[in-house]
Each structure stands twice: as C-alpha cells, then as structure tokens.
C-alpha cells in the first residue's frame, strides 16, 4: 500500500526552501518528531550564534558554565553526564574554558583523582555579561509560545531525553 502524497503547506520561515518553485513536500519528514527536532534545533542554534557572537561561545560551553555555576565542585564526569557528552569531550572543553580564565580545576576534597570545577572569577564577571543577552536569546525563540506552552513543551522535552 503506497503512502498518499504528503500536503503541501503555504511556506513558513522554517520550511525548507527552493528556488522559485513550490515549497518541497516533505513526504515521510513530516511526521517524523526527530526531523522537527532537528529544525527547531537549527533555528535556535542559529539565534544563539547570532546573539551570544561577542562573547565567542557556543552553546555547550554555555551550558558548562552554568552548571559549574549551580553545581560549585561539580566533577568532570558529573558535568559529562549533565550535558550528555562523554569524557573524551569533557577534558577538551574544560580545558578551553580554563585556558579562557572562565573555569578553574581544584582537588576534589572526596577524590584525589577527580577534579571539582568551580567558576574562576573571569566566568562569575563573563555569566553577568551575557545573562541579559541569553534573557533576549531565550524570549526570542520562545515568542510563540505562553507560558502554559512554554512549561508543556520543557515537560514533553523532558520526557523524550530521559529515556
């Protein structure tokens, strides 16, 4: 049994564009949850980039400093965990972010072998520089949405990544 032919849509800032034609059909794509993950992904990355480029950071070193901000000693492997990327990722991006003076390494009081992360004052002063432009960042993307639908879709989020 074939499949009917996938609607076509009236073209929105996010569908895939062609040059003087027709918007694409998105066949089998437009039920898939993951392609329209990937999307909205895009789109936020592209935001992020645009609105935190003075600051040179991308949107896991953001996240690296925010939590070492909440979580003072947080160990590499706990950071690793959090922002769901491997050791082999971590060290690296430890390293750029202390080479940058935002992070530094201390001994972990529990663990001779792991260090506990904390915020190097260079971080403190960097996180107070780009909060209100991440504030911005975050009602931009957000703009369609109220709060009830705000706090819906971090639910349903939640609900894809802990599995």
Known sequence: MRDAPAR??????????????????????EKLLGYALRRA????????????KEFGLTPGQLGALLLIEANKGLSQSELGNALG????????????LQRRGW?????????????????APGGTALIQRFLPHLEAHEARIAAGLSPAD????FALLSNIAVR
């Not at 390494?105 to 904390?118: F, G, I, K, Q």
């Not at 705000?150 to 879709?153: G, P, T």
């Open 103 to 119: 992070v530094r390494r201390a001994a972990c009081a529990t663990d001779r072998r792991a260090h506990a992360l904390e915020l």
């Open 150 to 153: 705000r706090e819906r879709v």
């Open 85 to 96: 990327i491997d050791r082999s990722s971590v060290v690296p991006l430890i390293d750029r």
């Open 8 to 29: 076509r849509e009236e073209p929105t800032d996010d569908a895939p564009r062609t040059r003087g034609r027709a918007p694409l059909l998105l066949g089998r794509l």
């Open 41 to 52: 992904q895009v789109r936020v990355f592209q935001d992020f980039a645009t609105e935190m």
